[in-house]
Nanobody
Framework: QVQLVESGGGLVQAGGSLRLSCAAS????????MGWYRQAPGKQRELVAT???????NYSDSVKARFTISRGSAKNTVYLQMNSLKPEDTADYYC??????????WGRGTLVTVSS
């Protein structure tokens, strides 16, 4: 069993910063990719950023140059540093973990609200 626990969400003014964390525990050998996704009210869940076990990163165009994804030294934690936040970044942010075998797990989400 795998557990993902996100933290770091909250309310911030436009232009501000937040850092999200996601800690994975349980049977977490052979992780291929960890990532962050978000879902705004009335919209579909979308990719924000991913990082592979080789530390290759991928970002959506809407967050490039503003957000940075990274992993902790123990490789079981993933972070999302969000700078220059905009009201349109308001969403529930979800952590996702994908194993080399293809299975994946999602966290329960953390809410980010950016006020104008």
């Amino acid at each position: 069993q795998v557990q993902l626990v996100e933290s770091g969400g909250g309310l911030v003014q436009a232009g501000g910063s937040l850092r999200l964390s996601c800690a994975a525990s349980g049977n977490i050998l052979r992780i291929r990719t960890m990532g962050w996704y978000r879902q705004a009210p009335g919209k579909q869940r979308e990719l924000v950023a991913t990082i592979t076990d080789g530390d290759n990163t991928n970002y959506s165009d809407s967050v490039k140059a503003r957000f940075t994804i990274s992993r902790g030294s123990a490789k079981n934690t993933v972070y999302l540093q969000m700078n220059s936040l905009k009201p349109e970044d308001t969403a529930d942010y979800y952590c996702r973990l994908i194993f080399w075998g293809g299975s994946d797990y999602w966290g329960r989400g953390t809410l980010v609200t950016v006020s104008s």
